[in-house]
């Protein structure tokens, strides 16, 4: 009896047991309820903090992560993973069955040595570096002409050929998460020549000369006094320029000097002109010799009775 008793608590918790979920920094991940179904109420706990619940309404937690969060069916989706949200377990609760769950963060930086910008023969070293990388996880290179991953996760090029250009992925696997960071390499090549020489038949002395078989257009003869025929272009275009601004300013010149005398005529027309009168030549007559006041008489005396 208590072996069967243990088996059935040995089951159970089995049943309850969680899951280690991955997932690269910044990135989303999806974690799984470890259920199928509910009849009466879903919640998800991050710790001891309510991300979502679930029932006949649904209420959102006011923490950063229960923002970030959203649950789709019974499964909780994450957006732009934070390490905080690594810190602490997760816990989904369906119908009061709870089931734990951890996550596990890690960042992928991929590296190139000198340069991504390389040229032919040149050596280069490929890193990919997994900060966080939990055992079981294998991280390996692709390069551009391989279908899958077959490079470790350092790649040591001795001699870079044009077949290195392109786009290479480092692809971390865990499990049955898989994630990839890109970096893309140039191969540079040097410039082809097109000019070729070969060897004329040689002259009694022993010399021989070389004939130019493909001359380019710069051995072309050149044009009227060693110039090309636009750069007599422009300067015929340079020189008719000028005479016309030349003709502008003579013209220019010409109405302001006429314009500047009729001003000037017009202005001595308007002075007021000064009236002169005509003077006689005849002495002015003498004056008038001034009169004397008369002498008053005196008044007569008042007549006084005898």
Not at 272 to 301: F, I, M, N, V, W
Request: proline share 5%.
């Amino acid at each position: 009896m208590k072996v069967i008793v243990l088996f059935v608590f040995v089951l159970g918790a089995l049943s309850a047991a969680g899951e280690d979920f991955f997932a690269k920094l910044g990135g989303k991940v999806t974690l799984n309820c470890g259920v199928s179904s509910y009849t009466r109420s879903l919640q998800w706990y991050h710790g001891t903090d309510l991300l979502h619940s679930v029932d006949q309404f649904t209420r959102r937690g006011a923490s950063d992560l229960a923002q970030r969060s959203v649950v789709r069916q019974m499964n909780l989706e994450i957006s732009s993973v934070k390490e905080t949200d690594a810190k602490k377990k997760f816990a989904c609760s369906a119908d009061g069955k709870r089931h734990e769950h951890s996550l596990s963060l890690f960042s992928v930086l991929v590296t190139v040595h000198p340069s991504a910008v390389l040229k032919l023969n040149d050596e280069a070293t490929l890193r990919c570096e997994v900060k966080g990388q939990h055992q079981g996880c294998e991280v390996k290179w692709q390069s551009p002409n391989t279908k899958s991953p077959t490079n470790p996760s350092t790649v040591q090029l001795k001699s870079v050929t044009s077949s290195h250009s392109g786009a290479w992925e480092c692809i971390v696997t865990c499990g049955s998460d898989t994630f990839s960071q890109s970096l893309t390499i140039t191969v540079q090549e040097p410039p082809t020549t097109t000019t070729t020489t070969t060897k004329s038949p040689s002259k009694p002395n022993g010399k021989s000369e070389k004939t130019c078989v493909t001359c380019s257009n710069n051995d072309a003869s050149p044009g009227l006094l060693g110039l090309a025929w636009w750069v007599w272009v422009a300067i015929g275009v340079g020189c008719l320029v000028a005479i016309l601004l030349m003709v502008c300013v003579i013209v220019l010149c010409v109405r302001v000097r006429r314009r500047k005398k009729r001003f000037l005529k017009m202005k001595g027309q308007q002075r007021p002109r000064h009236k002169k009168y005509c003077q006689c030549d005849h002495p002015t007559a003498a004056a008038k010799p001034k009169q004397g006041r008369r002498r008053e008489k005196p008044s007569a005396l008042p007549l006084h009775p005898a």
